[in-house]
């Protein structure tokens, strides 16, 4: 008798501790950080994009206290087809480029590149050498 009242029990609470997965949820878009040497070319079909130099990096380095954060600027060539369609002025914050609002580059295909950082970031009050920067680009 007690095992068949347990049974019932168990028949009539079930469905509240049974739940389904949620199954609807979209996937996000995976998004690819690529680092471009300056200097270099990066081709995106009939696109490309040349780290070309960077102008100002004046971005408070580690350790470091700093009234104001810094920018660095970077230019950048547009290329389609080795054609050189334009070159752009990049600003890149302290904290680089917020992933909330990347700067976009270029559309290429399904793709959109954004620059997103400028690498490494200034240690202490060392300078760094050109050939060391890279730019990380956002690929989405």
Known sequence: MIMKQFIYLLLVFSPFFITA???TKKAKTPQIVTKL???K???FETKSIQFIKVIEDSRCPTYVTCIWEGQAKVLIGIYENDTL???KLIIIGAKG???NNPK???KSGDKTIHGYNLSPHP???EKIDPANYY???LVK
């Open 85 to 87: 369609l334009e070159e």
């Open 41 to 43: 070319t990066i081709n």
């Open 97 to 99: 480029i917020t992933s």
């Open 104 to 106: 976009e580059l270029l």
């Open 21 to 23: 997965q949620n199954t």
């Open 123 to 125: 240690l202490n009050e």
């Open 37 to 39: 040497k300056i200097g």
């Open 135 to 137: 730019l990380e680009l």
